[in-house]
């Protein structure tokens, strides 16, 4: 099966190659670690790289955000949109489900007109909306990723935790076990500096790298970098100094919520 490529530096390398045409990921860590870049990553590369249009589907922030923050990454999807191969749209869980439900709703006249290959949901955290039920909700991102798949997309959805308590299991009950592969994104203190670090956790089919790796975002986008060499319990260990929102607000390290 074919394999197409993110273009994230590093990204590719640890999933053997890139992901499976068709298939679905999904990126989940908290506010702040770079979900959304990832996301626009993926299509601006998928459009100026690799000749795939793309669909980015928002229901947090609006396109003028959108647009606003890929600029300052050099991302110019505004000049790419007028040109019909990326699509950024605003919209609701309830209505996007129903719209795959439908014969010849908007992403499959979208797929048909412009011939999209990639499509990002951000974040499908708010999809919990749909139902308080935890069968439900695997049902329902069950049919989200397989209308994807029909229309022969690639898929990236993006997941938040929250920062500092565990959330309530639902979209890891659910998402987990219907997606293709599970991209973890983490704060990580070392030094008393604060780092990100991401893991692959799952790629259905293929062989992936199983090391902890630093990630940065810089003025370019994301880049993934080397392991944390010489550490322990990176993934599942606590912090040795707590952080508080507040001081991370302060710090710049995340944004408020708009
Ligand atoms: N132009 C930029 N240059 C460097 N870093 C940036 C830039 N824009 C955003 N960031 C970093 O990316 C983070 C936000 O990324 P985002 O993708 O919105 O995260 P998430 O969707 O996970 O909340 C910011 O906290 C900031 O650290
Ligand atoms: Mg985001």
Redesign the pocket.
Known sequence: MKKILSGIPGLDELLDGGLYERSSTVIS?P????????GVQFIYNGVTVYNEPGIFITFEEFPEIIYR?AM??GWDLKKYEAEGKIKVIFTSPAVLKSELEKENGFIDRLVAEFDAKRIVI?SVTLMEQLTTDHQELRQVFNSLINGLKRLGLTTIL?SEIPLFFGNDGAIEASLGFVVDNIVFLKYVEIESELETALTILKARGSKHAKDIRKYK???KGIKIDTKFAGHQGILTGFPSRLISGKTLLEEG???KKR
């Open positions: 860590g506010p702040g670690t770079g979900k959304t870049t990832f923050d300052n990454f951000d993006t975002i810089t003025g390290l995340i944004r």
